[in-house]
């Protein structure tokens, strides 16, 4: 299925499942998972931060925007993790986390920094791309 995720005016293009292949995604589509699909639903589900539904979701018309969405969902992660002790890093992380709901909080601490690591290079890359006139 292919549809238009976002509640407002700016939108994603998202589909499930992923078609193959996968196309090249922009900015805008990278900070977008960044800030909804990776920090903004964890932080949400596992924090009590506010919620970040893809399909919902008001995505950024601005870089500003982008970066102050992208700051936020952040912190709202960062600040979670940080209270977490060695008894919460240890417990299971439920059903917010579909199949791997038996695996320790750390698990997904580990990962959710590697993918928030692996997107936001992307996003450096592309921004190093497009200075010099290699689109």
């Not at 293009?13 to 990776?38: F, K, M, N």
């Not at 596992?46 to 936020?72: K, R, S, V």
């Not at 439920?94 to 992307?122: K, Q």
């Amino acid at each position: 299925m292919t549809a238009r995720a976002g509640g407002g005016e700016w939108q994603l293009d998202w589909a499930h499942p992923e078609p193959e292949p996968a196309p090249v995604t922009s900015i805008a589509w990278r900070l977008g998972h960044v800030i909804v699909g990776v920090l903004g639903a964890r932080a949400h589900s596992h924090f009590g931060g506010p919620e970040a539904d893809i399909l919902q979701w008001d995505y950024a018309g601005t870089a500003q925007q982008a970066l102050d969405q992208l700051d936020a969902a952040y912190a709202a992660w960062s600040d979670g993790v940080r209270a977490l002790d060695d008894e919460g890093l240890r417990r299971a992380v439920g059903p917010a986390e579909g199949p791997w709901a038996e695996s320790p909080m750390l698990t997904l601490v580990l990962h959710i920094n590697r993918e928030a690591i692996h997107h936001l290079a992307e996003v450096a890359l592309l921004r190093d791309l497009w200075a010099n006139g290699l689109r």
